[in-house]
């Protein structure tokens, strides 16, 4: 059982940056591939981000690349996401997600989620 939980959402103006964080419980944490999804208002769940287990590989939705950028600190049992260049469109509910199977993340699915945190970015 993994259990994830965000932080670091909040409001912010366009153009702006933000930091989330996710903090994961895996005793085997190194094993899981990370992920963070996004869903607006009346939108279905889209992927942003991902990462392999090492952090040696991550991907990203084509709509934040060169503006989000995903890492992680086996370590500490963590993952973040730094979010600059913000825009209106980046308003959502941000969830992280972790699996021992990357492609699922890449195909929008997941063994574990957190509870979300919201962003909002306004014009």
């Known amino acids: 059982q993994v259990q994830l939980v965000e932080s670091g959402g909040g409001l912010v103006q366009a153009g702006g940056s933000l930091r989330l964080s996710c903090a994961a419980s895996a005793r085997t944490f190194s094993s899981y591939g990370m992920a963070w999804f996004r869903q607006a208002p009346g939108e279905e769940r889209e992927f942003v981000a991902a990462?392999?287990?090492?952090?040696?590989?991550?991907y990203y939705a084509a709509s934040v690349k060169g503006r989000f950028t995903i890492s992680r600190d086996n370590a500490k049992n963590t993952v973040a996401l730094q979010m600059n260049s913000l825009k209106p469109e980046d308003t959502a509910v941000y969830y992280c997600?972790?699996?021992?199977?990357?492609?699922?993340?890449?195909?929008?699915?997941?063994?574990?989620w957190g509870q979300g945190t919201q962003v909002t970015v306004s014009s």
């Open positions: 990462i392999n287990w090492s952090g040696g590989r991550t």
């Open positions: 997600a972790a699996d021992e199977r990357i492609q699922l993340l890449l195909q929008n699915q997941s063994s574990y």
